[in-house]
């Protein structure tokens, strides 16, 4: 009997699995806390695999390295319910030493970052990679408040719910604390 009942609730169990898949992933992995994306004062690159979307960022700031922030990502996918990407872009640049608020065109969701340091400013400039899904990713939009409040500290900003995606991000220039 014990046997006959396992066939049976075995589909079930797989059935429910995939569906737990949807909502749920374990926590992000940075990889170990000294990988970074970039170094103080050097450029880079970052994109998230196909499919997949920046959930997590992680920044620490040193003015000793010209105010400059180190700076590491984690990506998971999309949502089955937003389809496959259908094309992906980059967004125009946000230059350095200047305030600046930007979203992603086209309904796109976050999945890079491109970045370049400008000693002359002691700031980066900024241009976001996004990706449009098949299916179109609710507006329901607004800005986090899981950001440092002060220029100099630390950040570590997750999207603690699926669904949540980062669409874009909005930065403040002071040129008295660069």
Same mark, same amino acid.
């Given at each position: 009997m014990d046997l006959v009942l396992l066939w049976v609730f075995l589909p079930l169990v797989t059935v429910a699995w995939g569906q737990y898949g949807d909502y749920y992933y374990s926590p992000y992995n940075y990889g170990d806390n000294d990988e970074w994306v970039n170094v103080y004062r050097q450029g880079f690159n970052f994109q998230c695999p196909h499919g997949h979307v920046i959930v997590a960022v992680r920044s620490v700031f040193s003015k000793k390295e010209g105010s400059d922030r180190l700076w590491n990502y984690a990506c998971m996918p999309a949502a089955q319910s937003l389809g496959e990407p259908t094309e992906c872009w980059w967004e125009e640049i946000n230059r350095a030493g200047t305030e600046w608020y930007q979203t992603c065109s086209n309904n796109g969701l976050v999945a890079g970052f491109q970045s370049q340091y400008f000693p002359s400013v002691l700031d980066r400039e900024w241009q976001? %990679?996004? +990706?449009?899904?098949?299916?179109?990713? $609710? %507006?329901? +939009?607004?800005?986090?408040?899981?950001? $440092?409040?002060?220029?100099?500290?630390?950040?570590?900003?997750?999207?603690?719910?699926?669904?949540?995606?980062i669409r874009g991000a909005t930065t403040t220039f002071s040129a008295v604390d660069r």
């Open positions: 976001f %990679y996004c +990706c449009r899904y098949s299916r179109r990713c $609710p %507006y329901s +939009c607004w800005l986090t408040t899981e950001y $440092p409040g002060h220029y100099g500290e630390d950040m570590d900003m997750m999207m603690y719910t699926y669904d949540h995606y």
